[in-house]
Structure formats: structure tokens, C-alpha cells
């Protein structure tokens, strides 16, 4: 296994490890704090997440001789930012994810369910996270409108990073952010030694508590957002890059590590699908049977950032919290540009999926139930009266 080891593999599975928490980890702390979760909690749920992902990559990589990414469910954590403090507080998101984790386990491990989600229709599903990604997008915006001399810097270094290469992008607007901090804000003596001595989080248990409201306003969308927007495309990015992988195993090992994550405040571990590509191309090697080491070192990678995470969690902390959202939103562009496109491409769907997105982005909770169940059904019910009404 060792003779496999290249140094193209290990310079790529370094840089998608870099690129994979950078990318997203604002959004993951947005939507953990979202849905109630204090300092410490998020800290310790960023830690778990990290290194749940990173063991079940190296796991599964190790095992299948294949390159499977793992990455948190970023989407997830966007529909978590929109969903609003659950009655309850954090211990029942807490109690949501387990039963998504257990959902998702179910899909692996039967197949009727995984075809079920698999049988949402496709628009309805990209419209309603669409709907879910909009108002985080509108971040940027509102940073500038906060504060130009901290938004724009952000902003600007997105673009031009991102005009060199498109991951750069993120990357230079952390950059941006940090310099922002470090030179704009005005941190109180003695919060940088903080920061240090915050480096390992102590790990948080939190007591699940379940509701009726949770499950069908958080486990659900989020079991449902997980699978389809992130581990059914993983599977197909490897299956585009040549390798065959059994998804059900897949599916009940990204469950499992979910579970193990979610009493420590972990949302959802899930197959990736942009780093999936990093690990996967030809990038990481010429030779297909070699590139499981990228997300081999990816995993690793993993690991020992989640260690990290409680000085990112304390310097995050420093700054407006407009400012960590405006990078979180910069990461979604190209997540809601997607699916917006993907929503709205079919002429027959598309009344459907509009219905879908606006009662998603409305944002309005119905019965303690969030909008994204409820656009689901409502963009679903306005297409099958169109097919009933195409049928007579």
C-alpha cells in the first residue's frame, strides 16, 4: 500500500483537506449557532465533524482502494442557518440529527429508501435549496452595507482570487477577513492569548431531546438535502472518474460517522463532491489505482485541523458576526447559481419549483415546522395538479 504513496497524491490530498474545511467551515459554525448552539458547543461539534470525516475517508479509502472524499454536509448546515432556534434549544437539534444520521444509516441499508429520495423530483429538490441558500447569500451585501471598509476588502479578494483560480477564491477571502480583524476590529486586550490557549476544544456531550416539530422541521430536510445534494453526487463524481462503488456501504458508513458526531453537536458527515473531484481526477495521479491516497492524506488532513478548531472557533468569535457570514455566503455563489439553474431549467417543473423556492425562502415557519418542508410539499402538490391537469 505504501509503494502507492506518490508525492502528486500527497500534495493534492493536502490542498483539498486545505480547501474543504476553509471553503465551508463559516457556513458549519453559521448554522450551529443557527439553530442554538453556544461557543463551546460549535467548537466542539466543528472538532467532531473534522474528524469524523476525516476517519471514515481514510476508512473507506483504505478499504475500497478507492478515492472517497468525505466532507460535512455544507448544505445541511446552510438549511440550519435558515431554520432558527428550535423550541428546546440546541439538545433538540442535537436529537434532529441523530434521526437523520439513522436515516441516512436506513439508506445505506435499504434500498426502497434511498430510491424514495432519489425519486424526489430533481427540480423540486434543487429548488428547495435554492430557497435555503438565498438568504445566506445576501451576506456579502449586507457586510458592505455594515461596513464597507470591512465588506468590501472581503468581497474584492473573493473575486480576485477567484479570477486566478477558482479555488483560490475562498481562500483569499478568509485571508481578507483575517487581515480585516487583525488591522479593523478593535479586540480587546489580552482575546489573542485567548485564542491560543482555545487551540483543542474540549469536547461538548449534549443530551438529544426529541420532538415531533424537529423531525419533520429539521431531521427530515436535512436527511433530504444530505442525500441529494451531496451523497448521490458523490457517487456519481466517482463513477465520471472511472471507479464503480457500491453505494449502499458508502451511504451506511457516512451514517455511522454521523452518529458517532451528533452527540458532540455534528449536523451530518456526508460523501463530498468538489473535493470528491480534487481526489478523484487525474490531478492526484495518472494512474487511477493510485489516487485513494489523496483522500487518504485528505482524512488526515482532517483530523488535524478538527484538533484546531477551537482557536478558529475563538478567532471567529472576534469579529462581527456579519463578516463570518459574508465568507460563508461568498462560499454558497456557486452552490445556489447551480441550484437555481437546475431548478429552473425544465419548462414543465418550473411553476412547481418556483412555489418550492418561494415558500423555502420565505423562510416562515408553519406549526413549529420550518419552510423547507413546507415548500417541498407545496411545490409537489402544485405538480401533480399540472400532471393531472396534462393527463385530462
Known sequence: MLKDLTAQSLVMGILTAFVGFSSSFAVVLHGLKGVGASDAEAASALMALSIAMGLCAIILSVRRRMPISIAWSTPGAAFLATAGPLQGGFPVAVGAFLIAAVLIIAAGLFKPLSRAVSAIPPALANAMLAGVLIGLCFAPVKAIAFNPWFGLPIVIAYFLGGAINR??????????????????????????????QAVVPAPVLVTPQ????????????LFIITMASQNIPGITVLRVNGFEPTAGPLFTMTGIF?????????????????????????????DPAKRYWAAIIAGIGYVVIGLLAGAVTAFVALSPTILIEAVGGLALIAAFSGSAMAAFKEADTREAAAVTFLVTASGISFGGISGAFWGLLAGGAVMALARARRVR
Open 167 to 196: 479555488l483560490a477564491a475562498i481562500p483569499s477571502a478568509l485571508v481578507a477577513f483575517v487581515l480585516v480583524i487583525a488591522f479593523g476590529v478593535d479586540i480587546p486586550a489580552g482575546a489573542l492569548a485567548d485564542v491560543w
Open 210 to 221: 426529541f420532538t415531533a416539530a424537529s423531525l419533520i422541521s429539521v431531521a427530515l430536510p
Open 258 to 286: 454521523s452518529l458517532l458526531s451528533a452527540p458532540f453537536g455534528g449536523h451530518a458527515v456526508n460523501l463530498a463532491a468538489i473535493t470528491a473531484a480534487m481526489c478523484a481526477g487525474e490531478d492526484a495521479h495518472k
